[in-house]
């Protein structure tokens, strides 16, 4: 039994109110019953405004088939809003995997989450999340697509019962309405036409390697002369490519998502999930340097791919969404693309046979582009850079147990912007780590000891001069074992779980963290 036997689909974000600790002594073991899903991360801050709320979906999800409905904006609280905030509720019971699932609004991604795994005797769990952004499709009527894949039959019971809900908050006197694109694009197929005054462009990919295969343990594949489950020719090295009419335009490093079945141990996520697992980031793309490209009214081919993936694999999903920004005092903004300079990509992955066998992976590329517009207020350059760099030691015994993996990630971004006035950097260090072990001792026990860590410096520089700077860091600690190859009820499992979620910088101090014994919430401390 491999780390990657029997697990399926997940992914999502829970919040939730900032519930108090259990009182008395938590079980020696997992129970039937455990404490509702939890994350340290923070609620959306929304302003003391008048608010409206819409029902966008509600449903029950037993098998393949998609929530299909309407949504229709509140006129209560007009159409320029100081924010708009997206609330996922949900509930199960019995039993049943983690389930991978999206919701769209007038085509537009605006959620890709997955579920908790349930008690016996059910859970409830919420995932809240900013979507201002996508105020342009939310203020029209627009068509409404859920799913939430999932398998009911006489072993697998739960139900997956979610309602979700928009509430918007008025811009009033002490509110302005919040600067949002002007348009949410999505492809036509891998066509693209953009407005032909756009003067800024992001591209964000909702991009998750799941399904229960190899591609949701991408950071585990190794070349064919290693003897392990999971294969790829070029190794466990993934990077997320973007580009515009075959010209490359955008990389970036996946985050090693952990869905809430992962590393064969769902008592490691029963109460915290593992960082993003049910609110999925999208990765996002600064196309503008490609605008005087793509401004000239024609269709565009846009396409995005997974580096690394074996030819003809499936096991990723990568829908695209374009935030556009006009000039208003332009019919039409012209330009073109000066720069484009492009590392050989490094990928090197070392097996060494042995006990425990090992592989050794050291990766990166680096790319930067620049293009100028000429716009009503001058002319503006941007130039965008990224660097990616991976390493990872993998280790494994003969059957695969134990099985260990230490790996890091970096995705390193600048953009600068320069036109009329002092030139404008914002500088992105992202950082994600994973540290863990799978083993399986006498009586069949499997215990999983797993660290993982999401963090990101962003600063920005205005004239030489920082203007604005945060630190991010959510880190994970789990432990958890319990009898395997039994039924549910011989298990016997105990596991501790821990998240600390710290956010610092120019806005404020963020600082919770929270721990668990055998699924009872023992801490929930706040340090700012």
């Known amino acids: ?37 939890v994350s340290a991360a923070p609620p959306v801050p929304v302003p003391d405004t008048r608010s409206c709320h819409v029902t966008v979906a509600e449903a029950q999800f ?6 299909r409905g309407s949504y229709t904006p509140p006129r209560e609280c007009g159409s320029r809003w100081s924010k708009a905030v997206l609330r996922l509720d949900g509930k199960v019971a019995g039993r049943q995997y983690d389930r991978l699932g999206h919701l769209s609004i007038g085509g537009v991604e605006v959620l890709r989450t997955s579920t908790p795994q349930p008690s016996p005797e059910g859970i409830t769990w919420s995932v809240e999340k900013d979507v201002t952004r996508y105020s342009d499709t939310l203020r029209r009527t627009q068509p409404v697509e859920m799913l939430i894949g999932n398998v009911v039959n006489e072993t697998y019971t739960g139900i997956i019962d979610v309602k979700a809900t928009l509430t918007f908050y008025a811009a ?11 348009q949410v694009l999505t492809l036509d197929g891998t066509q693209l036409t953009t407005p032909r005054n756009s003067e800024r462009i992001l591209a964000e990919v909702y991009a998750t390697g799941s399904g229960g295969g190899c591609e949701e343990y991408w950071y585990l594949t190794v070349p064919a002369a290693a003897p392990y489950s999971c294969k790829a020719d070029d190794g466990p090295y993934r990077e997320v490519q973007i580009r515009v009419d075959g010209r490359l335009a955008g990389i970036a490093a996946p985050f090693p998502t952990v869905w809430t079945g992962g590393w064969s141990n769902p008592f490691l996520w029963y109460v915290i999930p593992a960082p993003r697992a049910l609110d999925v980031k999208p990765v996002q793309y600064d196309l503008t340097p490609f605008a005087g490209l793509l401004n000239d009214g024609r269709p565009h081919r846009v396409e995005v791919s997974v580096a690394g993936v074996p030819a003809g694999q499936s096991g990723w999903s990568t829908p695209v969404n ?3 920004w006009q000039d208003e005092n332009s019919d039409r903004v012209t330009g073109a693309l000066t720069r484009h300079d492009a590392s050989a990509p490094a990928n090197s992955s070392a097996y060494t046979s042995g006990s425990p066998h090992r592989l ?3 990766a990166g590329h680096r790319l930067t582009v620049a293009g100028y517009l000429d716009t009503s207020h001058g002319r503006v350059t941007t130039t965008v850079t990224r660097t990616l760099a991976h390493t990872s030691a993998h280790r494994w015994a003969d059957g695969e147990y134990p099985d260990a993996l230490r790996g890091r990630w970096t995705d390193d971004e600048s953009v600068t912007s320069d036109g009329r006035g002092p030139a404008t950097v914002t500088r992105v260090h992202r950082t994600y780590t994973m540290d863990g072990e799978t083993t399986l001792g006498a009586g069949d026990r499997l215990r999983t000891v797993l660290a993982l860590g999401d963090r990101a410096d962003t600063a920005v520089v205005r004239g030489g001069k920082r203007v ?33 979620y710290r956010l610092y910088g120019t806005h404020g ?3 919770r963290s929270l721990r668990t014994v055998q699924g009872t919430l023992t801490q929930d401390r706040r340090n700012c």
């Open 1 to 37: 039994m491999s780390m990657l036997t029997g697990l399926v689909l997940t992914a999502a974000t829970v919040l939730g109110a900032s519930p108090a600790a259990a009182a008395g002594e938590p079980p020696t073991e997992f129970g039937r019953d455990w404490h509702d899903p």
């Open 172 to 182: 009033d006197g002490r509110t302005r309405p919040a600067e949002t694109p002007d």
């Open 62 to 67: 037993r098998d393949f088939t998609p929530y």
């Open 360 to 362: 050794d992976t050291k």
């Open 468 to 500: 604005a700077w945060s630190h991010f860091d959510d880190g994970y600690e789990g432990d958890a074992t319990y009898t395997a190859n039994v039924p549910r009820y011989q298990r016997h499992a105990i596991g501790t779980s821990a998240e600390r």
């Open 322 to 324: 374009v935030l556009v």
């Open 509 to 511: 101090c963020y600082d």
